[in-house]
């Protein structure tokens, strides 16, 4: 009997072993760095220890705090449009139509496209002087499209990017979850006379919260955390606009040799992507509990 409670244990060994080599050993030493002065390619490859000195300068470091800024922004732009038009995706692909699993295959093609491949298919179609985009924009509509000397163009530009790349997982995430959904509150509530909209918001939404939280998470931490796409369209540009946090920490990293330093603005990005997501867990969940009571 106790051996075989611990058969689930033995099965989940590995899964657990390879978290903790790939998950908290490389945190646990970007912690331990982040309080050390390190350039190992200077002309002194010692480790000086500094205590909380890189933290300290962090916090007053401008050009970061509005690379973290410019981050939550985009971060939370792109979930706002992923989330609605998956969800509608996710209700309309409920229903039978004609071509639905056409649909399903061509919508979901985006997925298995490398971010990097992304970033570069953007760019060829989008830049200047060379893109079909701003060609047909220009003769079109007589539109001047230059997102390298726009901000605003550019900012845009990455969040229709990260649209067209996820927004696929968030569709097909909801469509399970919605797939999952019992059948009874529903004949019940059109038994009762509820219209789809009351149905949708008192009895769709509270049990989707929980497939809500994860799609939110997942969405929230790689958005926060974004760079290969980005760097390939825009490379931080025009200035610093599109230069989002973790741009900023690869810069600072791989071109300043700043390892300590960025090893600091690591744990600092890690702290506010955890504070967000428990800041809209705790909000997600109180609604939920609200609409129980």
């Given amino acids: 009997m106790v051996g075989s409670k611990r058969i689930p244990w033995y099965l989940l060994s590995p899964t657990i072993v390879i978290l903790l ?89 985006p997925l298995v496209v490398a971010p990097i491949v992304v970033g570069s298919i953007f760019k060829l179609f989008t830049v200047s002087g060379f893109g079909p985009l701003p060609h047909f924009l220009k003769e079109w509509f007589g539109y001047s499209f230059n997102y390298g000397r726009d901000a605003e163009q550019a900012f845009w530009m990455i969040v229709f990017m990260d649209i067209w790349h996820w927004t696929p997982f968030v569709t097909l995430t909801l469509l399970a979850g919605l797939s999952a959904l019992p059948k009874d509150p529903y004949e019940s509530a059109k038994m009762d006379g509820a219209n789809g909209i009351q149905i949708f918001f008192h009895i769709t939404l509270p049990m989707m919260i929980p497939v809500l939280l994860v799609v939110v998470f997942i969405r929230l931490m790689d958005s926060l955390k974004a760079v290969d796409e980005i760097w390939m369209l825009t490379s931080g540009g025009p200035g610093v606009e599109t230069r989002l946090a973790g741009i900023h920490i690869w810069r600072s990293v791989f071109e300043s040799r700043f390892y300590g330093y960025g090893s600091a603005m690591s744990i600092f990005l890690l702290y506010i992507t955890i504070v967000i997501c428990w800041l809209l867990y705790v909000v997600m969940t109180s609604k939920q509990n609200e609409s129980n009571a």
Wanted: charged letters at 20%; proline letters at 4%.
């Fill in 21 to 109: 080599i790939v998950g908290l050993l490389p945190f646990i030493y970007v912690l331990i760095v982040s309080f050390y002065n390190w350039n190992p390619l200077g002309k002194s490859d010692e480790m000086t220890f500094i205590a909380g000195d890189n933290f300290r300068k962090l916090v007053f470091d401008e050009d970061f705090l509005l690379s973290v800024w410019r981050s939550i922004k985009y971060a939370f732009t792109t979930l706002f449009f992923e989330f609605i038009i998956g969800f509608l995706l996710a209700l309309s692909l409920r229903e039978s139509f004609p071509f639905r699993p056409f649909f399903r295959i061509v919508h979901t093609l």
